[in-house]
């Protein structure tokens, strides 16, 4: 019964912000690592940024130069990222994705996905 579900995306103007949430269920948040990832047509899925909850150790794709935020509530079950300075390249699908062995490795290391939520910076 293990699930991620991603909230928080729409369209949103180029410098402006969003705050996508991502809800588990069937693990413990405080023992996993979650990251966030994106997806546009025809290129490959991205890691963009990652926690290690037990830690609450964030780590970031260095392209993105300090605009996103990753934040755990464990107590909420629920791990955030706040874009900020968004940007038309941002589009696309973002993905949450638990690692159960607390680690933030490669995207081959996620072991459940959520469905992804679509963003979109347009004017």
């Known amino acids: 019964q293990v699930r991620l579900v991603e909230s928080g995306g729409g369209l949103v103007q180029p410098g402006g912000s969003l705050r996508l949430s991502c809800v588990v269920s069937g693990f413990t948040l405080g023992d996993a690592a979650i990251g966030w990832f994106r997806q546009s047509p025809g290129k490959e899925r991205e890691g963009v940024a990652c926690i290690e909850t037990s830690r609450d150790m964030p780590s970031y794709e260095d392209s993105l130069q300090g605009r996103f935020i990753i934040s755990s509530d464990n107590a909420r079950n629920t791990v955030y990222l706040q874009m900020n300075s968004l940007k038309p390249e941002d589009t696309g699908v973002y993905y949450c994705?638990?690692?159960?062995?607390?680690?933030?490795?490669?995207?081959?290391?996620?072991?459940?996905w959520g469905k992804g939520i679509q963003v979109t910076v347009s004017s």
């Open positions: 994705a638990a690692d159960t062995g607390g680690l933030c490795l490669t995207i081959h290391g996620m072991d459940y």
